[in-house]
C-alpha cells in the first residue's frame, strides 16, 4: 500500500493546503487542530500554506472574525505563504463556474438558485487518508443540492470545489462533519473535469463526557485562552495530540519536532477528547522547561498593564514552579509589589489561639534581627518561639505567611519576604497586630 505521501506526490507536484475557515465568530479552539495539521503539511513536503476565509454566508458573518482569526494564526506561528483569499470577493467566478455547469447539463436553474443534478445511478467512492477509509456512496441516496443560492453567493459545495480546484490544494485536511458531503464535492469536480484531490477528514473532538465540545468543557476560543495565560506552543502540542500520537513517544513536541515526527495517516479515527486540565498541565509544563530570563520576558509581554512590570524579574524564579498559566502569576504574588488586603477569615483558618499575641511576638521576634535577616536565623528564631509557645511549627510559619502576605498559599516564604524587603515586612507584621482582628 502507497503511503500518503507517495500517493499525494503522484497526484501533483506541489504540496498545497490550505486553512479555510467560516467568520462566524471568534477562532476556536478546536479549529487550531485542522489549522496546524495542514500547516505541518504543507511544511514537510516544502509545499505552500494559505488562508481562505469562506464568507459567503452572510447572515452569519461576525465582524472582526477574520481579523481575530489571522490574529490567533501570527500567534500561534502558523504563518501563510499567500495572501487571505476572501470568498466573498470572488462572487461572479462562481456564478460563471455554476453557469458552466448548467450548459454543460450537469445543473439545473430554478427559482432563482442553481442547482446540481444528482445522477440517477452510479456511485462514489474514495479513500480517505485519515485511517485508509474506504468511503462508498451510492447516488441514489444523494439528493440534488444547490451550488448558487438566490443571492448569487456560492455554498460551500461550489465554493470548495471551484476554489480549491484553482488553489490546486492536496490534500484538502478538514472536520469530519464535511465527510458526509465528500460526494457532492467529489461529482463536481467531475463535472467540471477537475483532478479530484484527496481528502483528510479529521476526527471529531468531544469534552470529556463524550458529548459535543462546548463551552461547558473549557472549549473557547483562542484568544481567550491567550488571555488565560496560555502558551501558543502548549496549544499547539496540545491540539496535535487529539488524534495523533509521535512514534517517538514524546510528551512534549514542539513545532520543528511535529514537522518531522506527523504523518496524516498515523491520525486516529476515532473522536478525540478535549481535556482542558490535560491542557493546563502541558502549559505547565512549558513554563517551567522556560529559563527564568525567557519566562521573565514572556510574561512582562503578557502582563502588559501590570503596574510592576518592570519588577518582576528577581520574583519569577520563585514561582515558575508553581504556576501552570501566565495568568496565575497575578494572585500568587501580587502581595509581593503591593500591601495586600487582610481578611480575619483567612487568620481564622489557622488553628492557633490567641493570634494576636502571638502576632505581637512575631513583630518582636523580627525586630530584634539584625539587618540583612538571614534565613538560617529566621528559620530558628520562629522554630524556637514556636516551641516556647506550644505551637507547631507549621502553623507558626503559616501566620507569618498570612501577616506578610494576606493568603494561606505564596512563593517560598522567607525569599518573598527578601523582595518585599525587611522594611516593609515589619511595617506590614506591626500593622496586622495594631489593627487585628479588623482590618
Ligand atoms: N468553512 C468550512 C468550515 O469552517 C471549511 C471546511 C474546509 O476546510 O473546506 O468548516
Known amino acids: 500500500m502507497k503511503t500518503m505521501d507517495e500517493q499525494v506526490r503522484a497526484f501533483g507536484t506541489k504540496i498545497k493546503t490550505r ?3 467560516s467568520p462566524t465568530g471568534m477562532m476556536h479552539i478546536g479549529s487550531v487542530r485542522t489549522a496546524l495539521y495542514a500547516y505541518i503539511v504543507a511544511r514537510q513536503n516544502n509545499g505552500s500554506f494559505s488562508l481562505r476565509i469562506e464568507d459567503t454566508d452572510r447572515s452569519r458573518f461576525i465582524e472582526g472574525s477574520p481579523e481575530d482569526i489571522v490574529e490567533n494564526m501570527n500567534w500561534l506561528g502558523l504563518n501563510f505563504d499567500e495572501a487571505p483569499i476572501f470568498q466573498s470577493e470572488r462572487k461572479e467566478l462562481y456564478q460563471q463556474y455554476a453557469k458552466e455547469l448548467v450548459e454543460k447539463g450537469v445543473a439545473y436553474e430554478d427559482e432563482g438558485a442553481i442547482w446540481f443534478k444528482m445522477p440517477a445511478e452510479g456511485k462514489v467512492t474514495y479513500t480517505d487518508l485519515i485511517g485508509n477509509r474506504r468511503i462508498e456512496f451510492d447516488n441514489k441516496t444523494q439528493k440534488d443540492f444547490v451550488l448558487l443560492k438566490s443571492d448569487g453567493f456560492p455554498t460551500y459545495h461550489l465554493a470548495h470545489v471551484v476554489d480549491d480546484h484553482l488553489m490546486e490544494t492536496n490534500p484538502v485536511i478538514r472536520a469530519e462533519e464535511w465527510l458526509s458531503s465528500t460526494p457532492k464535492h467529489i461529482l463536481t469536480f467531475q463535472a467540471f473535469g477537475w483532478q479530484v484531490p484527496q481528502y483528510a477528514h479529521l476526527p471529531l473532538i468531544l469534552g470529556t463526557d463524550r458529548s459535543k465540545l462546548s463551552k461547558r468543557h473549557g ?13 501558543p506552543e502548549a496549544i499547539l502540542n496540545y491540539m496535535a495530540f487529539l488524534g495523533w500520537t509521535p512514534p517517538s513517544g514524546k510528551e512534549l513536541l514542539n513545532l520543528g519536532e511535529m514537522i518531522l515526527e506527523f504523518k496524516l495517516e498515523d491520525v486516529h479515527v476515532a473522536p478525540a477528547v478535549f481535556d482542558i486540565t490535560k491542557l493546563e498541565w502541558m502549559n505547565g509544563e512549558y513554563i517551567r522547561k522556560m529559563s527564568g530570563e525567557e519566562l521573565t520576558q514572556r510574561l512582562q509581554e503578557f502582563l ?3 503596574p510592576n512590570r518592570d519588577k518582576i524579574a528577581p520574583v519569577v524564579p520563585l ?25 480575619i477569615e483567612v487568620f481564622n483558618k489557622i488553628k492557633v489561639e490567641n493570634q494576636k499575641n502571638v502576632l505581637e511576638k512575631i513583630s518582636q521576634t523580627m525586630e530584634s534581627f539584625e539587618k540583612p535577616w538571614t534565613a538560617e536565623e529566621f528559620e530558628q528564631a520562629f522554630r524556637k518561639l514556636a516551641e516556647d509557645l506550644g505551637i507547631k511549627v507549621g502553623d507558626m510559619f503559616q501566620l507569618i505567611r498570612v501577616a506578610v502576605s494576606g493568603q494561606l498559599v505564596t512563593p517560598p516564604l522567607f525569599e518573598s519576604i527578601k523582595i518585599i524587603g525587611e522594611e516593609e515586612t515589619l511595617n506590614r507584621v506591626k500593622e496586622v497586630v495594631s489593627k487585628y482582628p479588623e482590618f
Open 219 to 231: 472549549a473557547k476560543a483562542v484568544s481567550e485562552f491567550r488571555k488565560d495565560g496560555y502558551l
Open 304 to 306: 502588559v498593564d501590570h
Open 319 to 343: 514561582v515558575k514552579e508553581r504556576i501552570k498559566k501566565l495568568s496565575d502569576f497575578v494572585p500568587l504574588t501580587d502581595f509581593i509589589f503591593e500591601k495586600p488586603e487582610y481578611d
Open 19 to 21: 486553512f479555510a475557515p
